[in-house]
């Protein structure tokens, strides 16, 4: 699982909540994904972090069929990066369907859902339009 960084402590403390947050730096106005202490496109440290629509798309993906300690259950199971619609893309998986190159489709519209794993709460995505399990 996860382990939150001083950097990304708001990132799963939002996730928490049901909130999928990302930064934006307030000198050149571009949010970003993953977290860190300055901005990857100006080296600005004034950054704040934005709670996002939760929607996305599908940009890639692969099927692991060997799964990491935790995600055993899961396998196979689909690890995504999803274009979100305020533009920085992040790595995720996909729930709610069967991981299979037919239902994974590129640019297939996405929603973030939450799932609590051990101690952190981890965004997933499913595709849009279909209910949170």
């Not at 947050?21 to 934005?50: H, M, N, T, V």
């Not at 992040?90 to 929603?111: F, H, R, S």
């Amino acid at each position: 699982m996860p382990v939150p960084t001083p950097e990304s402590q708001p990132f799963f403390d939002a996730a928490a909540k049901g909130e999928l947050k990302i930064q934006r730096c307030l000198d050149c106005g571009k949010p970003f994904f993953y977290p860190r202490p300055c901005c990857p496109f100006c080296a600005s440290d004034a950054l704040e972090w934005i709670t996002t629509s939760g929607r996305g798309t599908l940009y890639s993906y692969t099927i692991n069929h060997r799964p990491v300690p935790g995600f055993e259950q899961d396998a196979p199971y689909a690890i995504a990066v999803v274009q979100l619609a305020e533009g920085p893309r992040m790595m995720a998986n996909i729930v709610g369907i069967d991981n299979t190159p037919d239902n994974l489709v590129l640019d297939m519209d996405l929603q973030v859902t939450f799932e609590k794993r051990g101690d952190v709460t981890i965004p997933q995505f499913r595709p849009a339009g279909t209910e949170a399990s």
